[in-house]
């Protein structure tokens, strides 16, 4: 496939949001914990469902997710890092979300330096497409983990929010999807076979419901926690997340 040369307006969208405290953060590390044992059984399966079923857009009719056992058989973040780091600094975000855009570019590459590449915390990202004013995030969602099939999750979510301004106003990004998969050297006919299906709609929704059980309403939403214990939200800044980690390992 040919190279397509796309230049769009900015279009808006939501602004990032944050909340304090977080005693939901019992039920969420209870999930949290029971998806990391099944991830890879997961990323099986929705692999091989419906690989040339019409393209999926917006989150699908699943039974049964309202049930934490079941919940916990589907929903899967995307972790960079030691696995084994003592503390996780999570986020629930929207690739379409221009404050999330900010942060993926502004902030996560100063928390990763300072945290993640010393082996200090661990990130972990999950889908929270806000379909009702992004029409196009449930899309870019799924298209991310089309990338992360061919094990390029994070060069295409960088690429994502680098060119959120480009494709986040077309009326149809999914070329311009292709095009990035092409720019970071993926195999063209298998990311766009899996853009063109329902492949990872399950596991997109699943996050955007684990994301109603812990009771966020908008992106970014980054928590901090240490171990299994309670956890803490916290700004999406810097110094946000600092804070938030050294009262962490302070006990506070």
Same mark, same amino acid.
């Given at each position: 496939?040919? =190279? =397509?040369?796309r230049e769009r307006k900015y279009g808006s969208g939501e602004a990032p949001s944050s909340a304090s405290g977080g005693a939901e953060m019992t039920k969420f590390y209870w999930i949290l914990g029971a998806v990391? /044992?099944? $991830? /890879?059984g997961i990323v099986g399966y929705s692999v091989g469902s419906k690989a040339l079923s019409s393209t999926v857009s917006e989150p699908i009719e699943m039974a049964g997710l309202d049930d934490p056992a079941e919940l916990m058989q589907v929903a899967r973040g995307v972790e960079k890092g030691d696995p084994d780091a003592p503390i996780s600094i999570i986020e629930f975000a929207d690739f379409q979300c221009p404050g999330c855009g900010g942060f993926a570019t502004q902030v996560k590459p100063l928390l990763e330096?300072?945290?993640v &590449?010393? $082996?200090k915390a661990k990130f972990i990202y999950y889908d929270f497409p806000l379909v009702s004013v992004h029409g196009h995030a449930f899309l870019a969602a799924r298209a991310?983990?089309?990338a992360e099939d061919q094990e390029k999750f994070w060069p295409y979510? &960088? *690429?994502l929010y680098r060119s959120q301004p480009r494709w986040s106003t077309v009326q149809n990004p999914a070329g311009m999807f292709e095009d990035y998969a092409e720019d970071l050297g993926l195999d063209e006919d298998e990311f766009s076979a899996c853009l063109k299906s329902d492949r990872h709609a399950d596991v997109v929704t699943a996050n955007m419901q684990l994301g109603y059980q812990l009771q966020i309403q908008g992106t970014p939403t980054i928590l901090v926690t240490q171990g299994q214990g309670v956890g803490r939200r916290v700004t999406a800044t810097l110094e946000g997340i600092r804070? $938030? *980690?050294?009262?962490l390992q302070s006990g506070g």
């Amino acid at each position: 496939m040919s =190279k =397509k040369n796309r230049e769009r307006k900015y279009g808006s969208g939501e602004a990032p949001s944050s909340a304090s405290g977080g005693a939901e953060m019992t039920k969420f590390y209870w999930i949290l914990g029971a998806v990391a /044992v099944l $991830g /890879v059984g997961i990323v099986g399966y929705s692999v091989g469902s419906k690989a040339l079923s019409s393209t999926v857009s917006e989150p699908i009719e699943m039974a049964g997710l309202d049930d934490p056992a079941e919940l916990m058989q589907v929903a899967r973040g995307v972790e960079k890092g030691d696995p084994d780091a003592p503390i996780s600094i999570i986020e629930f975000a929207d690739f379409q979300c221009p404050g999330c855009g900010g942060f993926a570019t502004q902030v996560k590459p100063l928390l990763e330096a300072e945290f993640v &590449d010393t $082996g200090k915390a661990k990130f972990i990202y999950y889908d929270f497409p806000l379909v009702s004013v992004h029409g196009h995030a449930f899309l870019a969602a799924r298209a991310a983990r089309c990338a992360e099939d061919q094990e390029k999750f994070w060069p295409y979510h &960088d *690429i994502l929010y680098r060119s959120q301004p480009r494709w986040s106003t077309v009326q149809n990004p999914a070329g311009m999807f292709e095009d990035y998969a092409e720019d970071l050297g993926l195999d063209e006919d298998e990311f766009s076979a899996c853009l063109k299906s329902d492949r990872h709609a399950d596991v997109v929704t699943a996050n955007m419901q684990l994301g109603y059980q812990l009771q966020i309403q908008g992106t970014p939403t980054i928590l901090v926690t240490q171990g299994q214990g309670v956890g803490r939200r916290v700004t999406a800044t810097l110094e946000g997340i600092r804070e $938030g *980690i050294a009262l962490l390992q302070s006990g506070g």
